[in-house]
């Protein structure tokens, strides 16, 4: 009898979000949109899932020990995956709960090894189960050097660092990290994006701001000086940071610079500027003098505190600059956030799908019609429709994409989280 209850409720809500589609496509279609056009480009776009959310950026390299560099991971929701296998096993269902084919973004202290590996000396077959893993699942996987929570990172500098043999050491990791990129985007064909984010930076007021620009400028120019076919090369600029509040080395303008005049990809990660600043306005602007960038979906509060994303305005203004400046082929998207007060699953799955949300809500607009509006000067037609945009039915078309891809729809994906909490992560 209960089977028989499912199987028919399965089939009525089948039916129902059958007809909240259908009407949707006619609303839309009354505006010049395809909707299912609109579902095809979307399931084009692969988001590069962030590994350290899924662990609070812990890593296999030094079990238990401490985050440093300004990365904290708050709260202490039971559990968090403890080695690589139990890491993959979430990620997999992660991606089971996301509509359309997607990437991992994987750190180099995530490396699997029977005795210690600095981090100069890492090598592709250190990650030989994750490409394995990887080209089972079919997803294309990005990579990162860690300059952080490490004893020759603990005085808040590494690639900018004053003694040139610690300047060294983190230049070699920078190198080997690469060719792990290289090595992923040859055995997975398809590219890996490999960024640099170091913590270098004061606290308070320094007296020189160019000396260390001009070491990073000299141990980047080393890092990136063998041209690499399969690995694309991204620099990471931040405003500020835990231990680096009133100095940045890797600041946006000297990435920005870095980045056009050594034609390497920019990434512009939502939370790492001012709380009211936003990064929707840049994206058009550095398009005209880079070939591609990366975007790292965040959310700061009040600082770069790298909250779980949630479809808001700031999310929504993003995902619509990438449509309108027909950027989606030119801009490599991936989460960047880590959460450990919820499920770690939950987290991954809910800022995912928001991100998603927010692509098709922006897939979705009359762009041609509004575009026209604008150069014949009907200013008023155009903001009408844009606010006539904000009611239109969009969920329904989401629902019907999580259907098209088999996926739960609605909060039904919260069923089988909680469902894998009591049978898997309780164990733990």
């Known amino acids: 009898m209960t089977n028989t209850i499912e199987r028919f409720a399965k089939q009525t809500a089948g039916t129902f979000h059958q007809t909240?589609?259908?009407?949707?496509?006619?609303?839309?279609?009354?505006?010049?949109?395809?909707?299912?056009?609109?579902?095809?480009?979307?399931?084009?776009i692969a988001l590069s899932l962030h590994c350290w959310q899924g662990d609070d950026v812990g890593g296999f390299e030094n079990p238990g020990g401490e985050l440093t560099g300004g990365i904290a991971a708050t709260g202490n929701?039971?559990?968090?995956?403890?080695?690589?296998?139990?890491?993959?096993?979430?990620?997999?269902?992660?991606?089971?709960?996301?509509?359309?084919?997607?990437?991992?973004?994987?750190?180099?202290?995530?490396?699997e090894s029977d005795h210690k590996v600095e981090r100069n000396a890492i090598e592709p077959?250190?990650?030989?189960?994750?490409?394995?893993?990887?080209k089972a699942g079919k997803h294309g996987v990005d990579f990162n050097p860690t300059c952080f929570s490490h004893p020759l990172a603990n005085d808040g500098f590494t690639l900018a660092h004053r003694d040139p043999s610690i300047r060294q050491f983190w230049i070699e990791h920078c190198i080997a990290s690469r060719k792990i990129g290289e090595y992923f985007g040859q055995e997975l064909g398809t590219p890996a994006?490999?960024?640099i984010w170091i913590p270098d930076g004061y606290k308070d007021t320094p007296a020189d701001r160019g000396a260390p620009r001009r070491r990073l400028l000299e141990a980047l120019d080393q890092?990136?000086?063998?041209?690499?076919?399969h690995n694309l090369d991204a620099v990471e600029p931040k405003l500020f940071g835990i231990g680096s509040e009133s100095y940045v080395t890797g600041s946006m303008e000297f990435y920005t610079a870095y980045a056009v005049s050594r034609k390497v990809l920019l990434t512009l990660d939502s939370g790492h500027f001012h709380p009211t600043e936003t990064i929707?306005?840049?994206?058009?602007?550095?398009?005209?003098?880079?070939?591609?960038?990366?975007?790292?979906v965040s959310r700061g509060v009040r600082w770069d505190s790298d909250h779980?994303?949630?479809?808001?305005?700031?999310?929504?203004?993003?995902?619509?600059?990438?449509?309108?400046?027909?950027?989606?082929?030119?801009?490599?998207?991936?989460?960047?956030?880590?959460?450990a007060s919820i499920n770690r699953i939950a987290a991954w799955t809910i800022g995912a799908r928001s991100t998603l949300k927010a692509l098709l809500v922006a897939l979705l607009e009359p762009r041609e019609t509004l575009q026209q509006m604008e150069i014949e000067g009907d200013f008023s037609s155009r903001l009408a429709l844009q606010e006539e945009l904000k009611g239109m039915p969009a969920q329904a078309v989401w629902d019907q994409f999580c259907q098209q891809n088999n996926v739960p729809v609605g909060m039904d994906f919260m069923k089988v989280i909680k469902q894998y909490e009591q049978t898997e992560l309780s164990k733990r």
């Open 20 to 44: 909240s589609y259908e009407i949707a496509r006619e609303h839309y279609a009354t505006l010049g949109v395809n909707t299912d056009q609109a579902l095809a480009r979307l399931d084009k």
């Open 280 to 296: 929707a306005d840049k994206i058009s602007a550095l398009l005209l003098y880079l070939d591609q960038m990366l975007l790292h």
């Open 77 to 111: 929701y039971p559990g968090k995956a403890r080695n690589a296998e139990e890491l993959r096993k979430d990620l997999d269902l992660a991606y089971s709960l996301l509509p359309g084919s997607h990437r991992l973004n994987l750190h180099a202290i995530y490396l």
């Open 308 to 339: 779980v994303v949630t479809y808001g305005d700031d999310l929504q203004a993003i995902a619509q600059e990438l449509v309108r400046a027909d950027a989606l082929e030119r801009v490599h998207i991936g989460l960047d956030y880590f959460d």
């Open 125 to 134: 077959r250190h990650f030989t189960a994750w490409k394995d893993w990887a």
């Open 223 to 229: 890092v990136l000086a063998e041209k690499l076919p």
């Open 193 to 195: 994006v490999t960024n």
